[in-house]
């Protein structure tokens, strides 16, 4: 299998993690091969992801080695196994569109849902996981293993839970992609990225008919959403975008030059848009399930991941702001 073969499906190598570059895109490279052979649409390899990274939850619910002994273990390298699995789809799927030429706005709104759809079982799940075995953290606080006392325990990590799903996560890893099909946006141009923006987004939504549509109306209104929530935390990059258009006439016109100079100030952040992905979420997963203490993953995710972002929001933001006054825009 050629390097260069492999690289032809990246979106870009400046977007690329080192360890996607080592290991999920080779797997995921053959995974798209093996699609393309048998005529298998995106979509399909999109939603088969979903699916094996959800079922998931069911063996990380049950994967405690300290209260199941080895059947827990076997449980939790199962539910690893099938996350793992999962994620080699989420490359496929768009290494397959790229390959094929297969790129549809329905596949664009489904691969972003897809990490959504596998962690919030999974999410879930670890909180059922707490319920059942709690004994050895309520021994560290003193606290009496009662059943009413088990119910609220599980009542706070459930609302702890909740908010890193919904708040943190979420919003991490919508940031984080936002960065970088802007990144993509300006280092390829329009039809090398996936940069969308609710007002476009809002007018195929208006423009499609209810009849037939549903699922896909649904879909949009969630999208819709989606790049709402992106927008409302970069408010420095709407406003250069909205100064490129008006000066520029159009933002497929701002020259070679502004987009050379972007991408060299954007580099460097594309290290921390990477880590806010999957790969660093689910090795930090694996390791607090293996070691037993699954809810450490929450703190790590609202604590280290939510410094994170901040960090590469204020960089980005202040990047833009530069811009605007640098090129007097």
Request: aromatic share 16%; glycine share 6%; with cysteine.
């Amino acid at each position: 299998m050629k390097k260069e073969t492999i690289k032809s499906t990246y979106k870009s190598n400046d977007t690329e993690e080192w360890l996607d570059k080592v290991w999920t895109r080779p797997i995921g490279y053959v995974w798209a091969l093996f699609f393309k052979r048998l005529h298998v649409h995106p979509n399909v390899v999109t939603i088969l992801s979903m699916i094996i990274g959800a079922s998931s939850a069911f063996f990380f619910a049950h994967g405690s080695y300290r209260t199941e002994g080895t059947k827990g273990l076997v449980y939790n390298l199962i539910a690893i196994i099938l996350l793992a699995w999962a994620n080699f789809y989420d490359s496929a799927d768009g290494q397959l569109a790229r390959m094929t030429g297969q790129k549809t706005r329905l596949g664009r709104i489904l691969d972003g849902a897809a990490s959504e759809i596998w962690f919030i079982p999974i999410y879930l799940s670890l909180v059922y996981r707490f319920y059942l075995h709690h004994d050895l953290e309520f021994s560290w606080l003193e606290i009496a293993d009662t059943p009413a006392n088990g119910w609220i325990a599980t009542s706070i990590i459930l609302a702890v839970v909740l908010y890193s799903g919904f708040v943190c996560h979420s919003r991490q890893c919508g940031l984080a992609d936002y960065y970088r099909q802007i990144h993509l946006f300006f280092l390829k141009g329009e039809s090398g990225s996936e940069l969308d923006n609710s007002v476009q987004q809002q007018k195929i939504y208006n423009e499609t008919p209810w009849k037939g549509n549903v699922l896909w109306k649904l879909f949009l209104k969630t999208y819709i959403n989606y790049t709402k929530t992106q927008e409302s935390q970069t408010p420095n990059f709407q406003l250069l975008m909205k100064k490129l258009t008006d000066k520029y006439h159009g933002i497929e016109h701002v020259p070679l030059s502004f987009r050379e100079h972007f991408r060299t100030l954007s580099l460097p952040l594309m290290k921390w848009a990477n880590i806010l992905t999957f790969n660093t979420r689910a090795i930090v997963l694996y390791l607090t399930c293996l070691t037993d203490f699954p809810w450490l993953y929450f703190c790590f995710e609202i604590i280290v991941m939510g410094l994170i972002c901040k960090y590469m929001c204020y960089r980005h933001e202040k990047l833009c702001k530069q811009l605007l006054t640098d090129c007097k825009l």
